[in-house]
């Protein structure tokens, strides 16, 4: 079956780095999306990797490993309105999206 | 403004009563889809259609019903709704004749709630 595994919380102080791990299992596979999703509100995209090897956008990095099924998000420099969750979802064969849970990431100052 | 809109925001409705969702988006994207978000579960996939006069059913179309009548639209409608289907709905779309990643831009949500 398709299945994204992700941690279901994790807590960081503001100004650290936190990594959000994800992994994957999906019949074939299109590239992994990261999406930001603040409560109450709609996913937002992040970013996006369909070749192996790390992306850096800003503050936000993300990392791909085909042949792990295995996915990373780096966030550093926190900041209290990085507090949100965290989706990560696998594009299959079908160019569908599965998604996991999501991460609900606390910010304390 | 470009992007997604989403009616209601939020509803109350009795079992049994039928609902229509409607999505509407003017970014000219061929595809679009529905979504109910429930907590602890990742976003799933009621329905999707790849172009206007298309649709498809994703993980969970059962109680669900879409019509692609035009681009723009994209309108859910629960037949006769039951408590189960009590759940966030975000409607998305995206451009699969880009040639990049074929990212989904997501609509305000609406809020439902079958009593």
């Known amino acids: 079956g398709q299945n994204i595994d992700q941690p279901t919380e994790m807590t960081a102080t503001e100004g650290a780095i936190v990594q959000i791990n994800c992994t994957y299992q999906?019949?074939?596979?299109?590239?992994l999306f990261w999406y930001q999703q603040h409560a109450g509100e709609a996913p937002t995209f992040l970013s996006y990797?369909?070749l192996d090897g790390l992306e850096e956008k800003g503050r936000f990095s993300s990392f791909l490993s085909r042949s792990k099924g295995y996915s990373y998000l780096l966030l550093k420099e926190l900041q209290m309105k990085d507090s949100a969750s965290y989706l990560c979802?696998?594009?299959?064969?079908?160019?569908?999206?599965?998604w996991g849970a999501g991460t609900k990431l606390i910010i304390k100052p | 403004i470009a992007g997604i809109t989403q009616a209601p925001t939020s509803q109350i409705l009795a079992a049994g009563r039928r609902m229509t969702l409607r999505c509407t988006q003017d970014?000219?994207?061929?595809?679009m889809y529905w979504y109910r978000q429930d907590l602890g579960l990742g976003l799933r996939l009621i329905h999707y259609?790849?172009?206007?006069?298309?649709?498809g059913k994703g993980e969970v179309p059962d109680g669900y019903s879409v019509s692609r009548a035009n681009t723009d639209d994209f309108p859910l409608t629960l037949a006769s709704a039951v408590p189960s289907q009590t759940s966030v709905y975000f409607c998305?779309?995206?451009?699969?004749?880009?040639?990049?990643?074929?990212?989904?831009?997501f609509g305000p949500g609406t809020r439902l709630t079958v009593l």
């Open positions: 998305a779309s995206s451009d699969l004749t880009s040639g990049g990643p074929d990212t989904q831009y």
């Open positions: 970014m000219r994207h061929n595809a």
């Open positions: 259609s790849n172009t206007a006069g298309t649709t």
């Open positions: 999906t019949s074939g596979f299109n590239g």
């Open positions: 990797n369909v």
């Open positions: 979802a696998a594009m299959d064969s079908n160019y569908q999206l599965i």
